[in-house]
Each structure stands twice: as structure tokens, then as C-alpha cells.
């Protein structure tokens, strides 16, 4: 019995591409992009074969190579040459950090299209005709939902944080809870932006507990003038634990001349528990609390592209945008396009059916059973999979623990690995998890007008479990 067929090397598969007629090295082409591309192209049927697969002939690899040529000349987007190749997002983590946090709402992806496309009036002021404020249409729009004085835009939150924490000078001292000392993501640490950003942090506390008196003991003594609150968005600290109280934190740094900054993290522009979930504070409340400045995120629990929104006090605020690094931290016209059109949803009240995040956590448990089980019925054969309940998460960093009932398509009988595998090889790719050795699809976080492409992914899943490899 012969094993599996192995791929062959790249020399050989462009060798067999440019006998079989293929232009690949002529006509502008890059031979390095060439390259690129045959090399992931083995590297996906090794993976397909380490998956149980068999392998596909020199010819079949040599047809689907030219095929991605020929889609990038094209202009097509195939996911092996971009990277970025679209999936159906079936794990039940609506917040997915690997595959990318926070979908856009249809506004904002058109907006993001009309900016991309043509000149704009990205800092050109039509009334008067001359140079305008860059951020202006975002920044109108965040003032109103946050009743802020001002804001400003960066390009994710911890640059929003590098920024706002650099209001304490060369040196000068920021204090923070040792409890909210946390690692953000990606290897990323409060201290270290801190640092980086050219100030000198001055824990207070402990891990557990800190009080009003921790920070005015440092305040008082003007080793700081800057208070970094920091929200503990991705993970929860629970038994004997105690934070300050924001109000008076604030009374107590003002007086002593500090300003507050409240980092938000994910941010909420919603009533959390409206939808069952733990509250989320608001920037609005944090301002009304007394933080003189508030920074979140513009992707995650606002649901738009990936920013950073500093809301707060109009003379900081200014201060900040004449900042140098301001500049280095600006997103583009893109952007900008895409979390107006975002922001605008909330203003218009329609942000719980417009936006994906918060239309995927409000849908309810009943309409995700009717989904799962009209897919398990359109099967070729339904008794291959059935519907189960099960929990899925916001993800993202954002409400640690926090879980929303849903039901999901459960595929059993089949080596789970193997089948995911056949499902991530799909046309379209579906991205799922194993539990109790099968394979669960969670309907909460597809799309519901991505359920017959859901269906069809699954039927060619189930007929090959080790698909070849795009």
C-alpha cells in the first residue's frame, strides 16, 4: 500500500506550468509574486495531505496555479496571493481576532468605497475654500454621542492611549492601579506604552485592591499629573477585590491639579445589559464620572474599522492634535469614511440591526434553532448532522466571561480535525470548533444571508473531508 502522493517542489511545478503554455514570467509579470504564489500553493496541499487527503496530480496543481495568475490579472482577490481571503465565521466568537474583529456595516464599507475611490473633501473646508480640519465629519459625530467638548481620531486605541498619556510631559509622572497594569493584546503592555510614549509610571495599589488614597498619597507629593484609569476589558477579577470609586478618584485628582484619563478599551456606544449581557461603562459616563479624557476603540463593541477615539476636555484635546506624533497616528481618508458612516448609525437609533456586532449579540436563540436546523434539512444527508445548543462569546478582549445562548450545527461520525480542515479548504472557507469530538458550527456568528453558501460548504465538506487546497 503506497502512502499519500507528495507534492512536488516548486522548480518542478513551474517547470510543468511553462511547459503546459503558462506565461509566467513575461509581460510585466513579477516573477517573485510567481513565485509567492506557488510556494502557498504547496504549502496548502501539504496541508491537505497532512490533513488525510491524497494529493492532486502535477496537472490539477499546474491548473489551479494558472488559475490564480490568472485572477490576479484580473484584479480578483484570491485568498492565497492576498492573505486575506473571505471565510464564514462559524466559531461562535463574534469579536474574532484572527479573523478579523469586528465586521463593517454595509454603510461604512460603502463609504469606505466612495473615499477610496475619488477625491473627497478629507481637509478641505467647503464653505470657505480653504484647508479644513482633517477628522472634522468623525469627530462631529463622536462629540455628539459622547457629549465630549472634543475628540480625536487615531489609528487604533493604544495609540489613543501613547498620545493622551504623553499630557504629562517628558518624565512626568502617570499613575495606575497595579490591578489595571494589563497586557492588551500581541505581546502589548500598559508600562510599556507608558513608557514609550516619554512618561514615568508610578504604580499605586495592589493587584486586588486600591483605593482613592493610594493615588492622592502621589498626588499630593506632585510626583504625577496625569491619572491613567484602564479598563479591564479582557479578563475579570472577582473574590476579594476594590477599585476607586470614579467620582471621587476624579474630585481627588483634580484637586491637586492632574488630569484623568479613563482608557475604555473595546468601548461601548450601547447599553450592554439591554441584550442580557454585563454593563459596559460608556464613554458619555466616564466623562459625567469626571475623567477628563476617555480613548476607545472604533472596531470592537463600536463595531466599525480599526481606530483609536480620544473624547474629553476641548483645550486637551487640542493639545493632542498639535502633537508631532499625532501625525504618525492619523488613519486615512478610508477610515475616516468608514467610523462616520459607523457613528451615524447610532445617531439614526438604528445601531442594534445596522452594525454586525450588535446585530449578531441581539438575535435570539429561537431564531438561531429555526437557522440551524433549515440548514441541517437542506443537506444532501440530514442524518449526518443535527442542531445542539451551545455558547457564544463576544471575543475581542470585550466582556470577559460573558456568554449569549445559541444553537449551532453539530457534525459528528467524522475525524473533526479532518473535517475542519476540509471546511477552512471550502469554497467558501468556514472557520468552525471541535467539542466533545465534533464539529460545531455556531449560527450566531454567520450572517444569515451566508446559510445556503453555510450549506453548500458543508455538503463538500462531507463528500471529500480532506478537500485540496485552493
Known amino acids: 500500500m503506497t502512502g499519500p502522493r507528495r507534492p512536488p517542489s516548486i522548480d518542478a511545478l513551474l517547470r510543468a506550468a511553462e511547459a503546459d503554455g503558462g506565461d509566467l514570467g513575461v509581460g510585466g509579470r513579477d516573477r517573485a509574486a510567481v513565485l ?43 485568498g492565497v496571493a492576498s492573505g486575506l481571503m473571505p471565510v464564514i465565521n462559524a466559531t461562535g466568537v463574534i469579536l474574532h481576532t484572527n479573523l478579523g474583529r469586528a465586521s463593517w456595516p454595509d454603510a461604512a464599507v460603502d463609504a469606505a468605497r466612495l473615499a477610496a475611490g475619488g477625491p473627497s473633501m478629507l481637509e478641505l473646508d467647503g464653505e470657505t475654500g480653504r484647508r479644513g480640519r482633517r477628522f472634522r465629519a468623525v469627530e462631529d459625530e463622536v462629540v455628539a454621542l459622547t457629549g465630549a467638548e472634543d475628540a480625536l481620531v487615531t489609528n487604533n486605541n493604544a495609540a489613543a492611549v501613547a498620545l493622551a498619556v504623553g499630557l504629562a510631559g517628558r518624565g512626568g509622572g502617570v499613575l495606575v492601579s497595579r490591578g489595571e497594569l494589563v497586557e492588551i493584546g500581541g505581546g502589548v503592555r500598559i508600562p510599556e506604552i507608558v513608557r514609550r510614549a516619554g512618561a514615568r509610571l508610578i504604580e499605586v495599589g495592589t493587584t486586588n485592591r486600591t483605593r482613592v488614597a493610594d493615588f492622592e498619597a502621589a498626588l499630593a507629593d506632585g510626583r504625577a499629573k496625569v491619572v491613567l484609569r484602564v479598563h479591564p476589558s479582557n479578563f475579570a477579577q472577582t473574590g476579594f477585590v476594590e477599585a476607586p470609586d470614579a467620582v471621587n478618584l476624579a474630585s481627588v485628582a483634580h484637586a491637586h491639579g492632574a488630569i484623568v484619563i479613563d482608557d475604555l478599551g473595546s468601548g461601548a456606544l450601547l447599553d450592554t445589559e439591554r441584550f442580557g449581557l454585563a454593563h459596559e461603562p460608556t464613554p458619555t459616563e466616564r466623562l459625567a464620572a469626571g475623567a477628563d479624557l476617555v480613548t476607545f476603540s472604533g472596531d470592537k463593541l463600536v463595531g466599525g474599522p480599526q481606530a483609536g477615539i480620544i473624547a474629553g476636555r476641548a483645550d486637551l484635546i487640542e493639545r493632542l492634535r498639535r502633537d508631532p506624533l499625532a501625525r504618525a497616528m492619523r488613519p486615512d481618508k478610508v477610515i475616516l469614511a468608514a467610523l462616520a458612516a459607523t ?64 444553537w449551532a450545527v453539530v457534525i459528528g461520525g467524522t475525524p473533526p480535525q479532518r473535517l475542519l480542515a476540509s471546511l477552512r479548504f471550502g469554497d467558501p472557507a468556514v472557520i468552525g470548533r471541535v467539542v466533545d469530538d465534533a464539529v460545531v458550527l455556531d449560527l450566531r456568528t454567520v450572517e444569515p444571508a451566508d446559510d445556503d453558501r453555510l450549506v453548500a460548504a458543508i455538503r463538500a465538506a462531507l463528500a471529500a473531508p480532506a478537500v485540496a487546497a485552493r
Open 343 to 406: 457613528l451615524r448609525l447610532y445617531r439614526a437609533g438604528i445601531a442594534h440591526t445596522a452594525i454586525p456586532i450588535w446585530r449578531q449579540i441581539a438575535v435570539s436563540p429561537d431564531e438561531l434553532e429555526r437557522r440551524a436546523t433549515a440548514v441541517v434539512a437542506a443537506l444532501d444527508d440530514p442524518s449526518r448532522a443535527s442542531t445542539g445548543r451551545t455558547e457564544s462569546t463576544i471575543g475581542g478582549g470585550s466582556l470577559p466571561g460573558q456568554t449569549l445562548r445559541s
Open 36 to 78: 509567492e504564489l506557488a510556494r502557498r500553493l504547496l504549502a496548502d496541499e501539504r496541508t491537505s495531505i497532512s490533513a488525510g487527503g491524497t494529493g492532486r496530480s502535477v496537472a490539477d496543481l499546474v491548473s489551479d496555479l494558472l488559475g490564480r495568475l490568472g485572477a490576479l490579472g484580473r484584479g480578483a482577490a484570491p
